[in-house]
């Protein structure tokens, strides 16, 4: 069983002693609060790949197209006119040129008006910017067939650019995508990504001007040199008034000059409060709408007057997933202790041992982390796809708690060193989230149990410093998970397992073996042949173990039951608990 | 605060010159800019040569940049100090009156109903968790009641704080709110620290009271005091003008290093109340290893142990005149 006692949870007990009463009408029913536990990281469409800055992003920009309501498959036109497909016309026969007419009408929040060419622009930079370990291999790999602008080598590849122009063009008001071969998923990616900023306020304010002279400059930048880093002008429903990183707190106020009916709430606050107690008593006040809650808390926020609570939401996720850095970054790094194998650190090629993997593999408790932390909630995952998609494999092998196998690998990693010198390093997880924060005291108790030489401490990292962190291969393990940013194996295989993926980059994982079966999954449009090359692509990812899956769940979400409008659609970042505000209000 | 901030840079040099260098970085494609870093901060140097180099940066108002509140250490002293400055100030003058007056009439009223009383309050406040007492105190007086929600303002007040026809006086909120002439968001913001303010005042004033009745019945049980009694000095005088002025010396001392408590910040209170004071940044910075954000704090609670030393000493003058510089 887990032994867990922190603060917050006896706080939680001791706010189980008082309930507050129920109160009927909304408060401050133009302002909708949803308290969460993350800072964001920046505002930058471009640059932001985690669901705490997405969210924001959703509300503040806009997409051509966007999952209309809860659907994962059906889209609405946004800023195009029309969803295109084969049927109207704006798809081609072969899959390869996507059009897009512009709507008009449409202005950013500064007052100008959106054009084609700010969607061009829009498309163009969030290709070439590149942040290593960030979003554009989302598009640069159906719209130029690279999973990057630059190579191994971390050279940029020659001709990039004239790729990305190739592929984007504009024809009167109508935007055109060419691919150099059909994507299935180009449509549900633009749902998401690449939403439309304005090019004159980009460039006024010091970003890319557009043309090939000064792109280089722009790719891979550092995060606060971007002007849209904590500033935003979007077309989106709500503009960014103000966001305040002294105070965790983002403050959206309404568009009034919105191209579609002004969304019924005036203000949405959202805002960092690590401490669930304080959280809950807000929600209970009714000064906040809605809350950041994990399973574990379940029962402190059950049966709450005014408050409702929806379970068993669905979700495309895998989360927690323990990653293992293959090429630790050791130099100044305190994670790693002295970067050496001496018993008080360890080296960078740690993790490059299978049989450490496979040691913290067979340490794990998975079915008492499912049992005592998810409540039952959910099952052992089978391999980096959920459930909830085609190419899940029943039948994988899964690891199980095994403190024998545990032991026999750390005997034989290393040619026996590990067993016999011992390491210390520290793992990390994002402050506040209960159920990451268990997997590492889990990993420590189970491992510092095997051998009194064994060493992990436990470390919890505001939100924005652990992405620094973990961006700069700093963290030899790390607990985070992957939302979908489009419902399709291939958004799990690729960010997961291919070396060009997001999580791969950051760990230095590379198996050409895996890449050839992640192509060969996006390639294929036989269902019945794509599920057999993911089959492949799990098994093969047990026996590597570059990362511990752990959990397939649902998840739930709690709200003043005065919210009204809100739809799950579990593509949306942050969902359940953040939302797609326009549709909201309160009653 | 020369010592405190050399004795913290003598403990970081047991971190490498590479992992020192690497918390002046801020992107990760500067790594390879690490031996550059360690030149200009001359991080292989002797210790004394790199306090000297850091003395110098601060003697041109460089701290540096702090990883855990995303601007200049500067910056961020300015940003989170007033607010634990405010709140400091809403408690501690309560702190001293509530303390040093029932103290004093618990002395005077020893194991009668009112000493039994204060006690029972000193003893519970001493042995109580803030964050326990912080959480109570949310539960009946937020959750219940609704009366002072967490946080440091309203929406409303946010707004109207960061519009721009605020102007920021002194940083103080509930003071410039005033001072802009808005009674309404001055209240505002005063009623968010009250909470927190009655948590650390119901903790900090237990040992207040302790130190001054324990001084209190000393000083009544003197030869003096019996002498002034014999005179037929009335009792009011004798606990006022004889005993308290010679029992205020430990309470002065002890006020003092509650002041700076306050001052410094107050982690548990800060966090349980959501109130963005210094006290939590603090905490941050040292937990993530950002080291110009801990010498940052550090250095401001050593200025302000001094100063709080400096000010003791004088009130020590004040409250006994045979106190002087030089005796």
Same mark, same amino acid.
């Given at each position: ?16 002693? &008082?309930?507050?009463?129920?109160? +009927? ?62 049927? *109207? ?107 439309? !900023? ?23 930048? %550092? ?22 990183? #002294? ?22 606050? $959202? ?44 979700? !495309? ?12 970054? =050791? $130099?100044?790094?305190?994670? %790693? ?31 008492? @982390? ?22 899940? %494999? +029943? ?37 506040? *989230? ?36 973990? *961006? ?35 760990? #230095? ?30 098994? /093969? ?12 769940? $649902?998840?739930?979400?709690?709200? /003043?039951?005065?919210? /009204? ?23 | 605060? @020369? ?54 940066? !601060? ?31 809403? =408690? ?12 004093? &009439? ?25 964050? !326990? ?18 946080? /440091?303002?309203? &929406? ?33 913001? +005063? ?39 014999? #005179? ?21 001392? &002890? ?53 709080? *030393? ?7 003058? $004040? ?9």
């Amino acid at each position: 069983m887990i032994v867990m006692m922190r603060p917050s949870l006896l706080a939680a007990l001791l706010l189980g002693l &008082l309930s507050a009463s129920a109160r +009927a009408a909304a408060k401050n029913p133009d302002t909708y609060t949803y308290l969460t536990i993350s800072d964001a990281d920046s505002m930058d469409p471009a640059w932001a790949y985690d669901t705490a800055s997405d969210l924001i992003i959703l509300n503040v920009y806009e997409p051509l197209v966007m999952f209309d309501k809860a659907s994962t498959e059906k889209l609405i036109p946004i800023l195009a006119t029309q969803v295109p497909s084969k049927e *109207n016309g704006l798809i081609s026969a072969d899959g390869r040129t996507y059009t897009f007419p512009i709507r008009k009408g449409v202005k950013f929040h500064d007052g100008t008006p959106m054009t084609p060419e700010d969607v061009k622009y829009s498309i163009e930079r969030f290709m070439l910017m590149d942040r290593a370990a960030g979003p554009s291999s989302l598009l640069l790999e159906p719209l130029t067939g690279h999973p990057s602008t630059r190579d191994e080598r971390d050279q940029i590849i020659p001709g990039i650019f004239a790729d990305v122009q190739r592929a984007v063009s504009v024809q009167g008001d109508k935007v055109i995508l060419r691919l150099p071969r059909p994507f299935a998923p180009t449509l549900a990616i633009l749902a998401s990504w690449a939403p439309v !900023v304005s090019k004159a306020w980009a460039i006024k304010n010091g970003d890319w001007d557009g043309t090939e002279e000064t792109w280089r400059k722009f790719n891979n930048p %550092s995060k606060e040199t971007s002007p849209f880093f904590e500033k935003a002008n979007g077309t989106g429903p709500f503009a960014l008034d103000r966001w305040d990183r #002294k105070t965790k707190e983002f403050i959206l106020t309404r568009n009034d000059h919105y191209w579609r009916a002004p969304a019924k709430l005036k203000t949405v606050v $959202v805002k960092g409060v690590n401490e669930f107690g304080t959280r809950k008593l807000m929600l209970e006040a009714g000064d906040a709408d809605t809350i950041y809650a994990d399973r574990p808390l379940l029962s402190q926020v059950q049966n709450l007057p005014g408050v409702q609570i929806i379970d068993d939401l669905p979700t !495309v996720q895998m989360d927690p997933i323990v990653f293992f850095t293959f090429k630790i970054n =050791t $130099v100044g790094n305190a994670f %790693s202790g002295s970067g050496k194998l001496d018993g008080e650190g360890i080296p960078s090629d740690f993790f490059n041992d299978v049989d450490v993997r496979k040691g913290f593999a067979y340490s794990f408790d998975y079915k008492g @982390f499912i049992n005592d932390v998810w409540r039952g909630k959910g099952a052992q995952a089978h391999g980096a796809i959920p459930k909830s998609l085609p190419g899940y %494999s +029943a039948r994988q092998q899964t690891y199980t708690f095994d403190r024998k196998k545990a032991e026999e690998h750390f005997k034989k990693a290393f040619g026996g060193q590990i067993w016999e010198k011992g390491f210390h390093f520290t793992i990390a997880f994002n402050s506040g *989230n209960l159920p990451r924060q268990t997997v590492c005291q889990i990993l420590k108790r189970n491992i510092e149990s095997l051998n009194p030489k064994f060493k992990i401490d436990v470390r919890s990292i505001e939100w924005p410093t652990f992405l620094d962190a973990q *961006n700069a291969s700093k963290l030899p393990l790390f607990v985070l998970g992957w939302n979908a940013d489009y419902p399709d194996p291939h958004n799990f295989a690729f960010p997961i397992l291919h070396s060009k993926g997001n999580y791969p980059m950051i760990q #230095k994982f590379r198996d050409p073996e895996m890449d050839r079966l992640v192509d060969e999954g996006m390639a294929e449009t036989n269902t019945a042949k794509r599920k057999a090359i993911y089959a492949k692509l799990q098994a /093969r990812e047990f026996d590597e173990v570059p990362h511990l899956v752990i959990v397939d769940t $649902v998840l739930y979400r709690t709200a /003043r039951s005065w919210v /009204r409008g809100w739809f799950d659609n579990p593509i949306f970042p942050d969902a359940p608990y953040g939302s797609y505000f326009y549709t909201i209000y309160k009653e | 605060m @020369f010592g405190v901030t050399a004795l913290l840079f003598c403990c970081l040099q047991y971190l490498s010159p590479e992992m020192r260098a690497s918390l002046y970085i801020k992107d990760p494609r500067q790594l390879s800019q690490l031996d550059a870093v360690i030149e200009k901060y001359g991080l292989r140097k002797p210790v004394y040569v790199q306090y000297g180099i850091w003395l110098k940066q !601060v003697a041109q108002g460089d701290l540096g940049y702090s990883e855990t509140a995303k601007m200049p250490v500067a910056d961020a002293i300015r940003s989170f100090f007033p607010a634990t400055f405010e709140l400091t100030v809403m =408690t501690f003058f309560p702190i001293l009156i509530i303390g040093v007056i029932f103290g004093v &009439l618990s002395a005077v009223y020893r194991d009668k109903l009112l000493d039994h009383i204060t006690r029972f309050v000193a003893i519970t406040g001493y042995s109580l968790p803030s964050f !326990v007492l912080g959480l109570l105190l949310l539960m009946v007086f937020y959750g219940r009641l609704h009366w002072f929600p967490p946080g /440091r303002f309203t &929406l409303d007040t946010d707004m109207l704080v960061h519009g721009d026809s605020f102007r920021h006086w002194t940083g103080l909120l509930t003071l410039d709110c005033a001072l802009n002439g808005q009674w309404a968001a001055a209240l505002d913001v +005063a009623s968010h620290m009250v909470l927190p303010a009655a948590t650390l005042l119901y903790i900090s004033v237990a040992l207040l009271l302790r130190i001054t009745r324990s001084s209190m019945l000393e000083e009544l049980t003197k030869d003096y005091v019996r002498t002034a009694r014999a #005179k037929g000095v009335p009792e009011s005088v004798v606990i006022r003008k004889h005993a308290l002025a010679n029992a205020l010396i430990p309470v002065v001392t &002890l006020s003092s290093l509650l002041f700076i408590g306050l001052l410094s910040g107050v982690v548990i209170t800060e966090t349980v109340f959501d109130f963005p004071g210094i006290g939590r940044w603090g905490v941050q910075a040292a937990q993530q290893l950002d080291v110009p954000g801990v010498l940052g704090s550090t250095m401001l609670a050593a200025f302000l142990f001094v100063l709080a *030393n400096l000010i003791s000493d004088i009130l020590y003058a $004040v409250v006994d005149p045979r106190i002087r510089v030089g005796n």
